[in-house]
């Protein structure tokens, strides 16, 4: 083995790396979050179609969200871009889902759920049961773990004409060996 020598070498405690933000929480003001939140909703994949309508406003750092959307997906991840801005304190979103004018009925809403449910490769089981009423889609049945449960909800969320998604879908305890 050699030996280093490090004589020549000191040590400043008060030099630290410029990436490291100095306080423990950012100082971001209203509007730079407004123009953050502005540019990811253009940017979105999923929101972008109504980033025109749905109005955003910031007092305090708490983000409100208003307007119109057309699916429930683009709602919840219109909420979801806002949680991730740095600086915002709390998202309260009232943005409405509306139907559209040739909206599915509940039957099509039941049909097609059920369908993205059967074609997910990410869920284990296929024995769900799709209630629809007035838009409203419930999910029932067992699940094997909590992605899987969220999965569903995601997928129901991102069926056209469905303004609200109530999962009751129940997560299996995992299997225990008896004596």
Known sequence: TTDVDVSGISVDENVGDP???????????DQSILDVLHKSFRNDPVVFDVADSIEVSVENRTVTLTGNANRLIEKTKAESLAHGVVGV????NEVKVQRPQNAPSDIEIVEET???LMRSPYL???????HCQRAHVSLYGLVGDRLEKQVAGWLADAVTGVVHVNNSLA????WKEKS
């Open 89 to 92: 304190n709390r998202v309260v």
């Open 19 to 29: 990436s490291i933000r100095q306080q423990r929480y950012a100082d971001v003001d």
């Open 114 to 116: 059920q369908a993205a």
């Open 124 to 130: 284990q089981r296929r024995d769900f049961r799709v």
């Open 171 to 174: 997560v299996e305890p995992p």
